[in-house]
């Protein structure tokens, strides 16, 4: 809602609050769709000021709300602006051998990160980007690198940490960028043979970096970061202690953004299918002391939040438990409290 002069006022437009004359006689109710008769009234009146809705005002899911706030308008503006920096910085060093910079992908982060007062949001606000076909490798890269901030900032890691994990986030994926397009975003089931080439990208990742003036976690987590803690990962199979802890982080960043960002073939997942997700490919393939507490604060950010059963109730999100995160304690409209642990008929649709 905002304040405009009554003179700004225009047929369509509704007012939010009663508006009352001097006397606090009710001119006008609240929720009243502006037309030439309104228009004339308020100025008989003599009424300065009105309040009327905006757009966000009649928003009425979470993900609409976000999409139309102020912070959300922001960080897609320093988003688009920054994207084709980042861009040309990476083709340039595939196509040309230009050096990588470290401080200019730095620079890229702070001039988003900058846009936004709560780092939490920025999930949300990936959330709804909708990057350009032809910017998706790209887009999934630099994605990685703002969801390393968040995450970075939920695991308690000192600015030095952070940086080193931003900077992989910049960089794991680049061997992508050596693989053919239509390859990588296929939006049909891969053959085996396709899989296996699309693995080949660890290693071509790798041989772009190895060589160049970059911290070793770097190096490590742009190898590893398929690697899982169980043994089942590529391309070397290690196991636990063997996988550098930055590339432990990205793993986990990866498999995030690759869920949560919308593609043409597919919708993205919410943050309870997210973890549902995790919690279903068993914490014990990612390192359980990174992944336990990544879920449990997405988990958290969606306390107070209204979500939509299975059954098609509106329930608000009020506790979260520890064992399955996926399946909280929900309110429904009736005021009862449904534990989705127990309640296994029942699941979140999504969020409302």
């Known amino acids: 809602m905002k304040n405009i002069a009554t003179m700004a006022l225009r047929p369509g437009m509704v007012i939010a609050h009663d508006v009352f004359n001097y006397q606090n006689e009710l001119i006008v109710a609240g929720g009243t769709t502006a037309d030439v008769n309104i228009l004339r009234k308020l100025n008989l009146y003599q009424v300065m000021v009105v309040t009327v809705m905006e757009d966000i005002d009649f928003a009425t899911t979470y993900y609409e709300k976000t999409r139309l706030s102020t912070g959300f308008i922001a960080f897609n503006e320093a988003y688009n602006r920054v994207m084709p920096v980042y861009k040309q910085n990476m083709i340039n060093f595939i196509n040309n051998n230009v050096p990588i910079s470290l401080g200019t992908l730095m620079q890229i982060y702070q001039e988003i990160v900058g846009k936004v007062d709560n780092k939490n949001r920025i999930l949300d606000y990936l959330y709804n980007m909708q990057p350009s076909e032809d910017d998706l490798t790209h887009a999934h890269c630099l994605n990685s690198a703002l969801i390393a901030g968040v995450f970075a900032l939920w695991l308690g890691m000192n600015p030095v940490e952070t940086n080193t994990l931003v900077q992989c986030g910049f960089l794991y994926d680049i061997g992508k960028l050596k693989l053919p397009y239509s390859l990588i975003w296929k939006p049909d089931k891969l053959t085996d043979v396709e899989f296996m080439k699309i693995k080949t990208h660890t290693m071509i990742g790798f041989d772009l970096l190895k060589d160049l003036n970059l911290s070793e976690h770097i190096i490590k987590a742009t190898l590893q970061h398929h690697e899982r803690c169980d043994g089942t990962g590529y391309p070397s199979k290690l196991k636990g202690e063997q996988i550098s802890k930055y590339a432990k982080f990205i793993a986990v960043i990866d498999a995030y953004d690759a869920m949560t960002s919308a593609r043409m073939y597919r919708q993205s997942k919410h943050p309870f299918q997210v973890i549902a997700s995790f919690e279903d490919m068993g914490f014990h393939k990612f ?21 939509i059963l299975s059954n098609g109730q509106n329930c608000e999100i009020t506790k979260i438990k520890e064992n399955p995160i996926s399946r909280p304690i929900v309110k429904n409209p009736d005021g009862l409290y449904l534990d989705l642990s127990i309640n296994e008929h029942l699941d979140i649709q999504s969020i409302n």
């Open 287 to 307: 390192d359980e002391a990174i992944i336990r507490p990544i879920c449990m604060n997405i988990a958290q950010n969606m306390i107070g939040n209204c979500v």
